[in-house]
């Protein structure tokens, strides 16, 4: 039998300790936060039937589009700069798809719609870059143009699609046995995980968010990255909104609104730095999803709307209170 003597003991002991204290337990606070909220609706709502595959299968759709967004906005926030446009540019990007279908046919109606998303992305990318003008002020604007318009060119009334083809591709199918839904977010998930954890163009995105001035004197082309992140947040929030066209069959300029509440509070839940320099597209999927069953929780209980909307503002105010400076 193999004894040990107490200063090993000790010494294991305090070996034990030193790790646990060096691990930064807020990097996970939202995967300990999301099997903690889960637990707590697998409780309460075992008999509405939250366990369900049907139910579970359901907040996988219903975050889906919200994820998409939110790995675009990733990089975003990552690169220290806010998009608060994305919203509206999914519900205009769902009508111009809507119409461009109705009138030219599948194809056509598609590159519309990502049109939309490269014509937003240009602008917010120029204005930033090139003007130097706050993100934040850009795309506040944008917000209110791409919402307008939306509303202005439909005269405020839905766009049905009826294109079979696109409304199976873009989210009212099944890609075999995936629903199209979470395929697509999966596709987005996986694709921007990579790239920004290991590509140039995301330990660039990275760099400039951290330290510009000194991602500058590495060779950085700053403006540059900021111009491609926020091309690249509308163009991802224009495919979005054909999601949206897809799974619903119409275009509305309604599609997104506040969309891009729930996507900055899922990047920074996610563990992605407010401030930049850091970002973790898994941890914003993980985000995503707990707003989603928190959402989908709330209306099994019986909650309202409203009382949705306030859960919804107290899980924003815990991101930011959660977000630190690298």
Known sequence: ????????????????????????????????????VFAFFAVLLRDQGFLSSNNLLNIFRQTATITVIAVGM???????????????VAGLSSVVTAMAISSWG???????????????????????????????????????????????????????????????????????????????????????????????????????????????????????????????????????GMLYAGRLQSGRFQWGAGDELSAIAAVILGGTSLFGGAGSVVGTLVGALLIGLINNGLILAGLDSSQQQVVRGVIIILAVALARKK
Do not use: H
């Open 74 to 88: 990733t990089y975003v926030i990552a690169c220290a700069e806010i998009d608060l446009s994305v919203g509206s």
């Open 1 to 36: 039998m193999v004894t040990i003597a107490p200063n090993q003991e000790n010494t294991a002991l305090g070996s034990f300790q030193s790790r646990m204290s060096t691990i930064d337990w807020r990097r996970y606070v939202i995967y300990i936060g999301f099997l903690v």
């Open 106 to 240: 599948l194809i056509p109606g598609v590159l519309a719609g990502l049109a939309v998303g490269l014509a937003v992305g240009t602008v917010n990318g120029a204005l930033v870059s090139l003007l130097g003008i706050p993100s934040f002020l850009v795309t506040l604007g944008m917000l209110g143009i791409a919402a307008g318009v939306a509303q202005w060119i439909t005269s405020s009334a839905p766009q049905p699609i009826l294109n079979d083809t696109f409304n199976l591709i873009f989210g009212g199918g099944n890609f075999g046995p995936v629903p199209g839904l979470l395929a697509w977010s999966a596709i987005f998930v996986t694709i921007g995980a990579i790239v920004l954890a290991k590509t140039r163009f995301g330990r660039q995105v990275l760099a400039t968010g951290g330290n510009r001035t000194a991602a500058q004197f590495t060779g950085v082309n700053t403006r540059r990255i900021k111009f491609q992140v926020l091309l690249l947040s509308a163009t991802v929030a224009s495919f979005a």
